[in-house]
T-cell receptor, first 112, second 115 residues
Framework: GENVEQHPSTLSVQEGDSAVIKCTYS??????FPWYKQELGKGPQLIID?????GEKKDQRIAVTLNKTAKHFSLHITETQPEDSAVYFC???????????FGTGTKLQVIP | DVKVTQSSRYLVKRTGEKVFLECVQD?????MFWYRQDPGLGLRLIYF???????EKGDIPEGYSVSREKKERFSLILESASTNQTSMYLC??????????????FGPGTRLTVL
């Protein structure tokens, strides 16, 4: 099955700085990589995703990069704001399977 | 907007009790999932269902069962609750067509404490 590793587990940044969260996966057949954000007291919510035919995708202050050769993908948040404080999960569903494997999560704290 | 609701936000049960966690989605999604969330372990899949009366084991099904009698409702059952089942339980749903392209919509979670 798929194995997804996520680092770091916690991350503290000053407001305005950038934050980077990295994930590695094991199944080379994986071709879709979503990122979810979980705010306090809520369920996770999809914030951005990338497919294997694209190396980078941006949406305002967030971006995701994918390196299929190295089997890793990263979430980049620029100009961080206090409302970015949350737990972030990466995921990697392998092609042909219905199970999806989430990373262990990164708790991001943005310090005003 | 897709809405996934869970029957309780907080639940306290005693060891050995039978526990039902209910989840309802209002977007006619085919797929529904139950996860548990524990610190340092992320989201782990317990069971999922891709159609009414269909179910598949996830990564940690031991001690749990599920029921899906109607498309919009997916229940998680703890036959005999144990203290190691104290956790946050999250329900999610998605449309059909394969997991590789489908956003999962999560409920707010049920924090279960087993004493």
């Amino acid at each position: 099955g798929e194995n997804v590793e996520q680092h770091p587990s916690t991350l503290s940044v000053q407001e305005g700085d950038s934050a980077v969260i990295k994930c590695t996966y094991s199944d080379s057949a994986s071709n879709y990589f979503p990122w979810y954000k979980q705010e306090l007291g809520k369920g996770p919510q999809l914030i951005i995703d990338i497919r294997s035919n694209v190396g980078e995708k941006k949406d305002q202050r967030i971006a995701v990069t994918l390196n299929k050769t190295a089997k890793h993908f990263s979430l980049h948040i620029t100009e961080t704001q206090p409302e970015d404080s949350a737990v972030y999960f990466c995921a990697a569903p392998p092609r042909g399977y219905q199970k999806v494997t989430f990373g262990t999560g990164t708790k991001l704290q943005v310090i005003p | 907007d897709v809405k996934v609701t869970q029957s309780s936000r907080y639940l306290v049960k005693r060891t050995g009790e039978k526990v039902f966690l209910e989840c309802v989605q209002d977007m006619d999604h085919e797929n529904m999932f139950w996860y548990r969330q524990d610190p340092g372990l992320g989201l782990r899949l317990i069971y999922f269902s891709y159609d009414v009366k269909m179910k598949e084991k996830g990564d940690i099904p031991e001690g749990y069962s599920v029921s899906r009698e109607k498309k919009e409702r997916f229940s998680l059952i703890l036959e005999s609750a144990s203290t190691n089942q104290t956790s946050m339980y999250l329900c999610a749903s998605s449309s059909s067509g394969g997991f590789e392209n489908n956003e999962q919509f999560f409920g707010p979670g049920t924090r279960l404490t087993v004493l």
